[in-house]
């Protein structure tokens, strides 16, 4: 199955809200490589690294977020497979 590696800026109310953690399970569920770190400008940085389904099905879930989150936008961009191992969350950029 085809690999694809996608990098996501979500903005809204995604900080405070257990975004972080929510898109680690989420992402570890759907067998996702990558990381994901809160942005001082508010937003929330992730690199989804799997099968393309599976990263499609992730960006689809990111669009809502854990329950108490407002996703506002997500900036798509195409990115290259950093080499994670697994999925991890990051320190604040």
Do not use: K, Y
Not at 2 to 9: D, E, I, K, M, R
Not at 13 to 39: D, H, I, M, S
Not at 43 to 63: D, H, Q, W
Request: glycine share 10%.
């Amino acid at each position: 199955m085809a690999q694809s590696a996608v990098h996501l800026v979500i903005t809204g109310r995604v900080q405070g809200v257990g975004f972080r953690a929510w898109t680690c399970a989420e992402a570890r569920r759907r067998g996702l490589r990558g990381w994901v770190r809160n942005r001082h400008d508010g937003s929330v940085e992730t690199l989804l690294i799997g099968n393309e389904p599976a990263v499609a099905a992730m960006i689809e879930a990111c669009r809502h977020g854990p329950s108490m989150a407002r996703v506002d936008d997500i900036e798509r961009a195409a990115a290259a497979d950093d080499g994670s191992p697994g999925f991890a969350e990051r320190h604040t950029v």
